[in-house]
């Protein structure tokens, strides 16, 4: 997966406590997204980064927020987690305009 | 809104047979067309992809057709096999700035032996 890892990669929670899901690459690629799958919506873009603590809201973004301190690491908070946001999250990385390569992905469950 | 329109939701295909995966978007800006392969349990992982100055590209048994005056452009994977069957999807974005992906809501491939 280009040296991408997430973690965690399954997580249950209950509505309405915090979770934080970690990207972290090394590749030192300057751009990170944060995308989720759902059936019958393909992969939409959350929030997305062109560097370190440069960082820019994608087409989902309501209730999520996101922080890069470091190249690396590309963290993805859900402030206070609800049963829509009951997905899979996947984080990817591009070292330009152009492929963005994907990480396996984290399976979270809100309760 | 979805900017991306794919079709079908589902192909069940013979060995052998030719798969045919469509996709088609509305915003003229777009000028790039990744395809991304999917496997279940796995992310996403690029396929092939088109820039609107070629009609068609081609890698191995996989070529994108593209048609840019009808805004569209297609998958077309040859002499599909077993190892073929994965979920598909087509992509578009404008190419400036972080190079947004908007992506279709993707198609089910299943290779029958």
């Known amino acids: 997966d280009a040296g991408i890892t997430q973690s965690p990669r399954h997580k249950v929670t209950e509505t309405g406590t915090p979770v934080t899901l970690r990207c972290h690459q090394t590749?030192?690629?300057?751009?990170m997204y944060w995308y989720r799958q759902d059936p019958g919506h393909g992969l939409r873009l959350i929030h997305y980064s062109y560097g370190v603590k440069d960082t820019d809201k994608g087409e989902v973004s309501d209730g999520y927020s996101v922080s890069r301190s470091k190249t690396e690491d590309f963290l993805l908070t859900l402030e206070s987690a609800t049963s829509s946001q009951t997905s899979v999250y996947f984080c990817?990385?591009?070292?330009?305009?152009?492929?963005?390569?994907f990480g396996p992905g984290t399976r979270l469950l809100v309760l | 809104q979805q900017q991306v329109k794919q079709s079908p939701q589902s192909l069940i295909v013979q060995k052998g047979g030719i798969s045919i995966i469509n996709c088609a978007y509305e915003n003229t800006a777009f000028d790039y067309f990744p395809w991304y392969q999917q496997f279940p349990g796995k992310g996403p992982a690029l396929l092939i992809a088109i820039r609107p100055d070629v009609s068609e590209k081609k890698e191995g048994r996989f070529t994108i057709s593209f048609n840019k005056s009808a805004k569209q452009f297609s998958l077309h994977i040859m002499d599909s096999q077993p190892g073929d069957s994965a979920t598909y999807f087509c992509?578009?974005?404008?190419?400036?700035?972080?190079?947004?992906?908007?992506f279709g809501t993707g198609t089910r491939l299943t290779v029958i032996p």
């Open positions: 990817a990385i591009a070292a330009s305009q152009e492929t963005q390569y």
């Open positions: 992509a578009a974005s404008s190419g400036t700035g972080a190079n947004n992906l908007f």
């Open positions: 590749e030192n690629h300057r751009y």
